[in-house]
């Protein structure tokens, strides 16, 4: 491992043998035992499905404390980069490895301009879905259709022209997200604009039109920022394990971000925050049972779970649901919608759950989708681009991680192995001959 501190060895005692691996150290103190040589050294390999207890790399971006319920970007605390930062000084952060100074982050807000129409001929591609498409869907078949227009991303592997490649999608997701809203809403584009802010422009491109004087209301940028901030990145998540998958094979970056917005669609993943609203609406119009709910939530005989509970992670309070919640209540409370009834079920279903043994024994605390949602709802934001919201934020910490491997000494390929459970070697039967 090129930059964690070895410290001492485990003893792996094996039927045949005896196998001697090496430990390694974090600067955060996780531990990790090399299983780099286990197959030549004795013929096992490992198995953990869902990677629960298997580190895929070393990273520099993120730390997370699932049990202390402590998330760092860069060594800055969450809790003080949603407090004073604006999701640009994160984004920056997390792709340059540290907070930009003034300077730095007027040539990154112009090079965002410059960088967030899109080309034309990119447009009729918009044209040509249906109206009911995902924006999810759309999303992601943009993203790769990038690659075609600045087919020199190939080229473009560090340095200046990386930043361009790199800058160009930050700018760029956040136009094609609201030309998808737009379009899914049968309204006409609304461009990008140089007297904006980022969360104002993508405001303004969602919800501007030519029948209407709309101004980003400033409560609603600030939530959006928080928002987009906590979102930002969250180490070796399903989708940025996927961008580090694809990335490891050789494709550009575009490709490995178009395909982390599949994986965060998933209902399990980011998806969750849809389906949180989705679930509280349902409770909602069956009056209300919040106590029937907790019980289905527990129950074996059902799939359903507390969409917005439970973390891979965090088996205490996630800290990001906790700066959301306080966000949300604020923001309704400003809003004027503080007794809004799918908060109040939101908040039921917390109280309950956090007393329940079922959740307390399984450590299910709300995570950063529980809250979220509600907030998106009172900015008029529609439930089909909750999750799209989650790709702008997370967009940010994807390219981190992506450049972290490409620019890593360990470039190896993602393959992982397999204990075969299938049929033995068997003769082979011709057509006519089979039952
Ligand atoms: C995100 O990884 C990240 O960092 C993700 C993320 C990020 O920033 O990238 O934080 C964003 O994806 C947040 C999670 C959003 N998803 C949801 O809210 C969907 C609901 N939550 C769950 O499906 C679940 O909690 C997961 C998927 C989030 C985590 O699942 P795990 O770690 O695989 O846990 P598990 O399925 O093994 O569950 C352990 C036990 C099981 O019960 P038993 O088999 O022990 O009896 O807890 C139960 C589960 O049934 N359980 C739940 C539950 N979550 C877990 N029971 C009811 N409701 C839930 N939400």
């Given at each position: 491992?090129?930059?964690?501190?070895?410290?001492?060895?485990?003893?792996?005692?094996?039927?045949e043998?005896?196998?001697?691996?090496?430990?390694?150290?974090?600067?955060?103190?996780?531990?990790?035992?090399d299983?780099?040589?286990?197959?030549?050294?004795?013929?096992?390999?490992?198995?953990?499905?869902?990677?629960?207890?298997?580190?895929?790399?070393?990273?520099?971006?993120?730390?997370?404390?699932?049990?202390?319920?402590?998330?760092?970007?860069?060594?800055?605390?969450?809790?003080?980069?949603?407090?004073?930062?604006?999701?640009?000084?994160?984004?920056?952060?997390?792709?340059?490895?540290?907070?930009?100074?003034?300077s730095?982050?007027?040539?990154?807000?112009?090079?965002?301009?410059?960088?967030?129409?899109?080309?034309?001929?990119?447009?009729?591609?918009?044209?040509?879905?249906?109206?009911?498409?995902?924006?999810?869907?759309?999303?992601?078949?943009?993203?790769?259709?990038?690659?075609?227009?600045?087919?020199?991303?190939?080229?473009?592997?560090?340095?200046?022209?990386?930043?361009?490649?790199?800058?160009?999608?930050?700018?760029?997701?956040?136009?094609?997200?609201a030309?998808?809203?737009?379009?899914?809403?049968?309204?006409?584009?609304?461009?990008p604009?140089?007297?904006?802010?980022y969360?104002?422009?993508?405001?303004?491109?969602?919800?501007?039109?030519?029948?209407?004087?709309?101004?980003?209301?400033?409560?609603?940028?600030?939530?959006?920022?928080?928002?987009?901030?906590?979102?930002?990145d969250?180490?070796?998540?399903?989708?940025?394990?996927?961008v580090?998958?694809?990335?490891?094979?050789?494709?550009?970056?575009y490709?490995?971000?178009?395909?982390?917005?599949?994986?965060l669609?998933?209902?399990?993943?980011?998806?969750?925050?849809?389906?949180?609203?989705?679930?509280?609406?349902?409770?909602?119009?069956e009056?209300?049972?919040?106590?029937?709910?907790?019980?289905?939530?527990?129950?074996?005989?059902?799939?359903?779970?507390?969409?917005?509970?439970?973390?891979?992670?965090?088996?205490?309070?996630?800290?990001?649901?906790?700066?959301?919640?306080?966000?949300?209540?604020?923001?309704?409370?400003?809003?004027?919608?503080?007794?809004?009834?799918?908060?109040?079920?939101?908040?039921?279903?917390?109280?309950?759950?956090?007393?329940?043994?079922?959740?307390?024994?399984?450590h299910?605390?709300?995570?950063?989708?529980?809250?979220?949602?509600?907030?998106?709802?009172?900015?008029g934001?529609?439930?089909?681009?909750?999750?799209?919201?989650?790709?702008?934020?997370?967009?940010?910490?994807?390219?981190?991680?992506w450049?972290?491997?490409?620019?890593?000494?360990?470039?190896?390929?993602?393959?992982?192995?397999?204990?075969?459970?299938?049929?033995?070697?068997?003769a082979?039967?011709?057509?006519?001959?089979?039952?």
């Amino acid at each position: 491992m090129p930059k964690a501190q070895k410290s001492g060895t485990a003893t792996l005692q094996l039927p045949e043998k005896t196998v001697e691996l090496p430990i390694y150290v974090g600067t955060e103190g996780e531990r990790a035992i090399d299983i780099g040589a286990l197959r030549k050294e004795s013929g096992y390999i490992t198995i953990d499905p869902g990677f629960v207890n298997s580190g895929a790399c070393e990273s520099d971006i993120t730390f997370v404390d699932g049990e202390k319920g402590i998330l760092r970007h860069r060594g800055y605390d969450i809790e003080e980069l949603a407090e004073n930062c604006l999701f640009l000084e994160v984004a920056y952060l997390l792709v340059h490895g540290k907070l930009p100074n003034r300077s730095e982050m007027q040539s990154f807000s112009r090079l965002m301009n410059r960088n967030s129409m899109l080309h034309e001929d990119m447009i009729n591609f918009f044209n040509n879905y249906p109206e009911g498409a995902h924006p999810m869907a759309v999303l992601s078949a943009m993203v790769v259709s990038l690659s075609s227009f600045y087919p020199e991303i190939e080229r473009e592997s560090e340095g200046a022209d990386l930043d361009m490649t790199v800058t160009r999608l930050l700018s760029k997701l956040r136009t094609i997200a609201a030309f998808s809203y737009k379009k899914s809403i049968g309204e006409p584009f609304v461009y990008p604009s140089h007297k904006f802010t980022y969360c104002e422009n993508f405001l303004n491109m969602m919800f501007s039109s030519p029948v209407n004087d709309y101004r980003p209301d400033p409560l609603a940028v600030r939530a959006l920022n928080l928002f987009l901030v906590l979102h930002a990145d969250h180490e070796q998540n399903c989708s940025t394990s996927v961008v580090r998958f694809v990335g490891s094979a050789g494709s550009n970056l575009y490709a490995s971000i178009a395909a982390a917005i599949c994986a965060l669609w998933g209902p399990l993943h980011g998806g969750a925050n849809e389906a949180v609203i989705k679930m509280l609406e349902q409770i909602r119009q069956e009056g209300g049972n919040v106590a029937r709910v907790i019980e289905r939530a527990k129950s074996r005989d059902t799939s359903f779970r507390l969409m917005g509970f439970g973390h891979r992670v965090y088996k205490t309070y996630d800290p990001r649901a906790k700066i959301a919640k306080r966000a949300c209540r604020q923001l309704l409370d400003k809003m004027g919608m503080g007794g809004d009834p799918l908060l109040e079920i939101a908040m039921e279903l917390e109280e309950r759950a956090l007393k329940d043994d079922y959740f307390v024994s399984r450590h299910l605390y709300p995570n950063v989708d529980f809250y979220t949602g509600i907030a998106y709802r009172a900015m008029g934001i529609p439930t089909s681009m909750f999750t799209v919201l989650f790709a702008l934020g997370r967009l940010p910490g994807w390219i981190a991680h992506w450049l972290e491997q490409h620019g890593g000494e360990v470039k190896k390929i993602g393959r992982p192995r397999q204990v075969y459970t299938g049929p033995v070697r068997r003769a082979f039967v011709p057509l006519d001959e089979r039952e």
